[in-house]
């Protein structure tokens, strides 16, 4: 009887110690809620930290939801559906001048040029921006960063957006790659990995990039509340430290290894056009290699967002991004 006692109590024992242990190591793991704006090719470094579980090196287990706009991941954040929002930086500043009390703060920049390339219906072999005068151009959303980016370089190379060509906004984003391909406008201003997939069906030929024309901005920026990232300091600089690990990973690596990590992300496509759009990116520089958000950059969004009509009121860097974090990771 002493005996059964003794093996029982020290596997009693054995179970008070482990159980607690157990449950140290799970509470390690913390859940995190992530809204990207949309499911691009333009954010694989983001696909990278999954797939390649940097978040979980960080004890980070991260829920990634696509929310399908810009307005509906600033929802996301500001009712706290979401923790962290991937979403361009233009809407922050949006939200700031609405008088939010609790401002979204941009902490780690993801791409750093425009996502959109310019493509004619004609092949063109001396491709100049005067060709577009007279011509049907099908822009983007009004408001929206491409939209903005593109009226911008427009005027950047003499073309007033208004008076020098036809230019269709009454067609809803989804639909724009097909009404260009049903015959509608000469040029049109598209996304990849649909600006490639025209040029493979013949349907159009990319002549310009827009990110290349307007220089470095905070596209795609991940961003959080003010009071989330007082109150998750840790977590903020762990998330940061993992995206940081996959913009190095994929900066060193080639675009056909990156294409093969992210292909689960886009099981739709070949992955011989997600290598052909991560090359295309990686090219221009439209993948940031560190999340550090400078001032030259800011101020440039706002000079776009300004030159479009669409700035409400100037914002300094310091107000609307933190850098502290980025560059304590970068340490």
């Known amino acids: 009887m002493k005996k059964w006692f003794k093996a029982g109590f020290a596997l009693f024992m054995v179970a008070v110690l482990i159980i607690p242990l157990a449950a140290c190591g799970q509470d390690k793991v913390q859940t995190l809620k992530v809204a990207e704006v949309t499911r691009s090719i333009f954010y694989a470094p983001q696909y990278v930290a999954l797939e390649k579980g940097f978040f979980e090196d960080e004890g980070l287990e991260v829920e990634l939801t696509t929310t399908w706009g810009g307005d509906k991941t600033m929802t996301a954040v500001l009712s706290n559906a979401a923790d962290i929002g991937l979403v361009g930086s233009e809407t922050s500043i949006y939200v700031y001048a609405q008088g939010s009390n609790d401002p979204v703060i941009n902490f780690a920049q993801l791409t750093q040029t425009d996502g959109t390339f310019l493509v004619s219906r004609e092949k063109i072999d001396d491709f100049s921006w005067d060709q577009l005068k007279g011509a049907t151009y099908l822009g983007q959303r009004t408001g929206g ?119 689960p992300f886009f099981k739709d496509t070949d992955l011989s056009l997600i290598e052909t759009v991560v090359d295309r990116y990686k090219s221009q520089g439209s993948y940031a290699t560190d999340p550090i958000l400078d001032e030259e950059e800011w101020n440039n969004l706002q000079d776009i967002m300004d030159e479009a009509g669409e700035l409400p009121e100037e914002v300094s860097h310091d107000t609307l991004v933190n850098t502290e974090v980025a560059e304590d990771v970068m340490k």
């Open 145 to 263: 960063m491409p939209q903005m980016v593109g009226e911008f370089v427009l005027k950047k190379h003499g073309i007033d957006p208004k008076a020098d060509l036809e230019m269709i906004q009454n067609i809803d984003y989804a639909n724009i790659p097909n009404a260009f391909a049903s015959g509608t406008g000469d040029f049109v201003q598209l996304f990849e990995p649909q600006a490639s997939m025209f040029e493979l069906e013949g349907i159009g030929h990319i002549v310009a990039s827009f990110g290349t024309e307007s220089g470095h901005v905070p596209y795609t920026t991940f961003m959080a509340k003010q009071s989330y990232m007082k109150k998750n300091p840790e977590t903020i600089e762990k998330f940061t430290r993992a995206i940081h690990k996959a913009q190095k990973w994929v900066d060193s690596h080639s675009a056909k290894e990156t294409a093969e990590v992210i292909q």
